[in-house]
């Protein structure tokens, strides 16, 4: 869910600046975006297996980098 709304939202903000290159280019800026969304959920999600039980879900995980900015319980190894 979370690469659709990056997705989503790289469209949004290279629909507005109408660049030339954007313009020319916009499947590849398009995949580039969408790539750019799976790589990191994909990076997150393996982080959490690592550290935590398979039945945390992924919006505690991202509530979690937003609010300890030291990633304490990833450093740590704690459960969430």
Known sequence: ??????????????????????KMHRKFVALSVALYGWSC?????KKLRQYSSPLVHLDVFWIGMLFDERNRFLVEGKPL
């Open 1 to 22: 869910m979370k690469p659709a709304i990056i997705t989503v939202a790289g469209f949004v903000v290279f629909n507005r600046q109408q660049t030339e290159f954007i």
């Open 41 to 45: 959920y994909l990076i997150c999600y």
